[in-house]
């Protein structure tokens, strides 16, 4: 793994940024904005129409010098373990995605790779299996992680975690998992324990460099996973810091749904000559996803998203606060609606259980802020609605991310009232969409037509509080070898982000 030592164009004082205040993320901001949701159904005086600001856009792809490796066709052509060849066969996972087949020949031989492609395209994997396969047969030393996966958030980084156990298990690669929001206990012990993968959001990790709980200097492949998010969030102080730390002669890896002007500065300033390959655009509009504008009235937006929410099969459901989301939640259950509120008020245990209960089946409907418009993948989920719109077009492409993954179909509904109408258009002007637009009323035939809506039974639900797994009574996300995988398996050549 050794490589020819250069310069990372490190700012001054970028190592002591590590051990900075964590600035308050956009995520929690966005479920504190003044914009608050308010309750479906009741009037809203229409405020003063705004034009929608221009998106960032993208920034200039870096010039690469070195011509990359060409795309391979098959697992089989890259020289992987037999070990890891079995499993991914185990997994039912035959055939690479394309920015699988595109970078994984180009990491493996340890350049660093700018990639970007639509969520649910297979990016998991496609650093994933490059980190595995390169730390075979390697060891680290208590504390002292060799590979480095840095998340925008907890969800995202269990997923990871999750998504990666499967092949990390027959090579006898360790994962250790480091998050806010749990005890930081269990994740000392697990990496005292020795971890070869790491996979962390920037504030617990840079805690723990703090703490001397975790040695950075061993860290010779880096992963930035979902980059732009992460500096929206203001991680990019975080992130330069923790990246100053690792091996200065170290592979960077920087994949991402959406890559704008945010992250520029960590292209420039940290990838060298990378592979660039992009398969969408930032849009990256799933063509196998259908989106629809649906006008709705003040009055009769409660009961639309209502019987929306009554329909057969799951379906997450964005609104702008946790209040909103706690409110809505709330009305459904007594309406007979199986719901659960996730949001960033909830502990980490209650949200590992809840999207358990969701994914699982014994919740139907999931009523979120923006904590789940990226890093949950649910099989066979068909339809996100946009109670509230989003506010920028990248949430609105990263919320309708959640359905359309791995090759499937799925539709994104959006209500919107009268005085929202002319944002929405900008926003879908930025974000490449020619969405369907219908006005409709609850009860319509057209809104069961494009939605599955269905009047509910008006029976008061209550879900029980779910039991967590043996081994976790706290809820913490652990190892990858400790956690138990949940979700139906999933049919032979798909895989999840």
């Known amino acids: 793994m050794t490589r020819t030592s250069r310069s990372r164009g490190h700012h001054a004082g970028a190592a002591r940024s590590a051990s900075a205040p964590a600035r308050r993320g956009k995520g929690d901001q966005s479920e504190n904005a003044s914009r608050s949701a308010k309750p479906a159904g009741s009037r809203t005086r229409a405020p003063r129409r705004r034009t929608a600001p221009p998106p960032p856009g993208d920034f200039t792809l870096p010039v690469t010098h070195t011509p990359p490796l060409p795309p391979v066709e098959a697992f089989a052509d890259l020289g992987f373990p037999p070990a890891l060849l079995r499993a991914l066969d185990a997994e039912g996972v035959t055939v690479p995605f394309p920015i699988q087949a595109a970078t994984l020949p180009n990491s493996l031989?340890?350049?660093?790779?700018?990639?970007?492609?639509?969520?649910?395209?297979?990016?998991?994997?496609?650093?994933?299996?490059?980190?595995?396969?390169?730390?075979?047969?390697?060891?680290?030393?208590?504390?002292?992680?060799?590979?480095?996966?840095?998340?925008?958030?907890?969800?995202?980084?269990?997923?990871?975690?999750?998504?990666?156990?499967p092949y990390a298990r027959p090579l006898g690669l360790r994962q250790a998992t480091v998050v806010g929001g749990v005890s930081i206990g269990r994740q000392v012990s697990a990496l005292r324990a020795g971890a070869e993968v790491l996979v962390a959001t920037p504030g617990r990790l840079r805690d723990l460099v703090t703490r001397g709980d975790c040695v950075l200097d061993d860290v010779g492949i880096t992963v930035l996973d979902e980059a732009d998010q992460m500096t929206d969030m203001g991680f990019l102080p975080q992130i330069t810091g923790l990246l100053a730390l690792t091996r200065p002669d170290g592979q960077r890896l920087l994949f991402s749904a959406t890559l704008d002007r945010n992250v520029d500065s960590l292209v420039k300033g940290y990838l060298h000559d990378p592979v660039v390959h992009s398969v969408d655009p930032t849009a990256g509009v799933v063509t196998s996803m259908e989106h629809h504008v649906l006008h709705v009235q003040d009055t009769d937006k409660n009961a639309t998203a209502t019987e929306i929410a009554a329909r057969e099969g799951r379906v997450i459901m964005f609104l702008d606060t946790k209040h909103g989301v706690d409110r809505f939640t709330k009305h459904l259950l007594k309406s007979g609606v199986r719901a659960s509120a996730l949001h960033g008020g909830k502990s980490q245990p209650q949200r590992t259980r809840t999207l358990t209960q969701f994914k699982d089946g014994h919740v139907d409907v999931l009523v979120a802020t923006n904590v789940a418009a990226r890093g949950i993948h649910v099989d066979d989920l068909d339809l996100v609605v946009n109670v509230d719109p989003p506010g920028d077009h990248k949430d609105y492409l990263h919320r309708g991310g959640r359905t359309a993954r791995a090759g499937e179909s799925g539709s994104v509904v959006t209500l919107v009232l009268p005085h929202q109408r002319r944002d929405m258009n900008s926003l879908m002007h930025h974000a490449g969409i020619r969405p369907v637009t219908t006005a409709v009323r609850s009860g319509d035939a057209e809104l069961t037509r494009i939605t599955g809506a269905r009047t509910p039974s008006g029976i008061p639900v209550v879900i029980a509080p779910p039991t967590p797994p043996a081994g976790q009574a706290s809820g913490e996300p652990g190892s990858g070898s400790r956690r138990r995988r949940t979700g139906t398996r999933r049919r032979a050549g798909t895989r999840r982000r």
């Open 109 to 165: 031989a340890g350049r660093d790779v700018l990639g970007r492609g639509r969520t649910g395209s297979g990016k998991t994997l496609a650093f994933g299996l490059a980190v595995l396969a390169r730390l075979a047969g390697t060891r680290a030393e208590p504390k002292r992680p060799l590979a480095l996966v840095l998340v925008p958030t907890r969800e995202l980084a269990q997923q990871v975690t999750d998504a990666l156990a």
